[in-house]
């Protein structure tokens, strides 16, 4: 269970985005929110939990009716925080929702800070950290692939397998601390290769949850894949073709595209940053000559290089120098404008990283090309769809890679002879990262991380 304090004063803020729209969402949460509630909607009494009640809401100095809103009250431990809650809908807009909530402070409640309704759920425990974390993806996702990954987790995927291995792991503590306690017997009442082999198959299933980590935390921010090549090689015809919108300027005269240009889009649900970029040549021009370094620095950056090579043109040594330094498992190469020419067979084989053929102008190759990227972006957790847990992000990672260090230790020990009863210290540590992953026992610098990404209100 969280050991942090828990929290005792009241707070609201308005949950829905600001600007015009048909309602609004407040919360108010704490030990207060009941008669904070009742000084702005007076005749709240014996309204029965749960149940919504049109009232009118009113500025508790002046008595001035600001709108009229429905109320549900929440007891705890029954809401979202685990404390006394309550939700009023009102008009949206940008003023309404604002005086309610400027009458609910002046009733003496304080202006939540961002993610504090969902810090509180945490602290008395609705929510597990991995659930919070889940909270906000659900709010900031923008792709299926990390929507459904969130829900998942949300409803404790994550959270149950890391349990089941950190519950392996304390058992197999436990049955060393047996071994302990029994030291007269001749044979030690657990053989410490059934230990060993419990231990190595827990080390084997965080190597598998770790290996979705790379792609996982892709699903947060895109995979940058940039558009590379010669001037004129079709970079930008892509680019549009990609977004589906006549984004990039297009022309036939080589150097067109000066500067990155960004844009995200999801293909099959999975998300990427499309780049496209300045064609690559020596150039005198200066302003040429920056933008050619601006697409070096994307590409240094690049989850995936898209390298765009006309059709009927045999790659020349430039294209084979850039490729060269390249990793195969991150670049794709285009043959672009296919419609002007057929891909002869002997310039395929002059590259070693096999190609897509497109014609942007006609759409031609584009679906294979699609296939290829979310295969280089996202292989390994395609057709997983929100069926097992993913790890998504950068925390998570960092602990399930603490743990399979401390878990490799141990084994490592036990091959060095180190009595078992020592080497366990290992074992301790790998559950302690286990939990901090979860949040049982988590320090407030980690929550603040957690939560301060949080928008108001949530
Ligand atoms: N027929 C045909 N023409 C194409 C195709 N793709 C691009 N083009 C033409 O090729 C020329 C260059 O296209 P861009 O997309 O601007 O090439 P780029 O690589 O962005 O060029 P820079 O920005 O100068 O580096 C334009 O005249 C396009 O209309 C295609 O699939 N088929
Ligand atoms: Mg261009």
């Known amino acids: 269970m969280p050991i942090s304090p828990l929290a005792s004063d009241t707070i609201a803020a308005i949950a829905t985005p600001p600007g015009r729209g048909a309602v609004a969402l407040l919360r108010v949460s704490g030990p207060g929110a009941f008669g904070v509630l009742r000084r702005i909607a007076p005749g709240l009494d014996g309204i029965p939990p749960r149940t919504q009640r049109l009232v009118a ?28 809650t309550a939700e009023i809908s009102t008009h949206g807009g940008v003023l309404t929702p604002q005086l309610v ?5 002046a009733a003496g409640a304080r202006a939540a800070e961002p993610g504090e309704f969902t810090r509180r759920a945490y602290l ?13 993806d659900l709010i900031d996702g923008r792709s299926r692939a990390l929507h459904r990954a969130a829900v998942h987790q949300m409803e404790r995927g994550l959270s149950r397998r890391i349990e089941e291995l950190r519950g392996a792991v304390i058992s197999a503590e436990s049955l060393i601390a047996y071994s302990i306690d029994f030291p007269e017997e001749d044979e030690p009442p657990v053989p410490p290769e059934r230990v060993r082999a419990a231990v190595a198959d827990v080390l084997r299933r965080i190597e598998a949850l770790l290996a979705t980590a790379p792609e ?5 921010e895109g995979a940058l894949t940039v558009l590379a090549g010669r001037p004129n090689s079709g970079k930008s015809s ?35 940053r499309l780049v496209d970029t300045a064609g690559l040549r020596d150039t005198a021009d200066r302003v040429e000559g920056m933008g050619i370094e601006v697409a070096r620095r994307y590409l240094a950056a690049a989850d995936l290089v898209i390298f765009c090579i006309e059709s009927g043109r045999e790659p020349g040594d430039d294209d084979r120098a850039f490729l060269a330094g390249r990793d195969p ?52 957790i395609l057709g997983d769809p929100g069926e097992a847990p993913l790890v998504t992000r950068e925390r998570h990672a960092r602990a399930l890679r603490h743990a399979r260090d401390e878990i490799a230790s141990f084994i490592a020990a036990l091959d060095e002879q180190v009595p078992m009863e020592l080497a366990a210290t290992h074992l301790r540590a790998a559950a302690g990262a286990m939990e901090d992953l979860i949040g049982a026992v988590t320090v407030d610098d980690v929550l603040d991380r957690v939560f301060g990404d949080f928008c108001v209100g949530k």
Not at 101 to 105: E, G, R, T
Not at 216 to 220: A, P, Q
Not at 329 to 336: G, M, N
Request: charged share 20%; net charge negative.
């Open 57 to 84: 809401l009113r500025h508790p100095e002046t008595g001035e009716v600001l709108d009229r809103g429905l109320v549900t009250l929440f007891p705890a431990p029954g809401s979202y925080t685990g404390e006394d």
């Open 329 to 380: 498992a991150r670049t794709v190469v285009v043959r672009t404008k296919s419609d002007l020419h057929p891909v002869e067979a002997a310039d395929e084989a002059a590259i070693a990283i096999p190609s897509v053929s497109i014609a942007a102008t006609e759409g031609t190759g584009l679906p294979a090309l699609r296939d290829r990227l979310l295969q280089l972006a996202f292989g390994h």
């Open 101 to 105: 909530l400027d009458a609910l402070l």
């Open 216 to 220: 996982g935390e892709l699903l947060r």
């Open 238 to 272: 892509l680019f549009n073709a990609l977004l589906g919108t006549e984004r990039a300027i297009v022309t036939e005269i080589p150097g067109t595209t000066r500067d990155a240009l960004e844009a995200s889009v999801t293909l099959d649900g999975y998300p990427f």
């Open 124 to 136: 008395n425990g609705k929510l597990d950290l991995l659930q919070a974390e889940a909270v906000a």
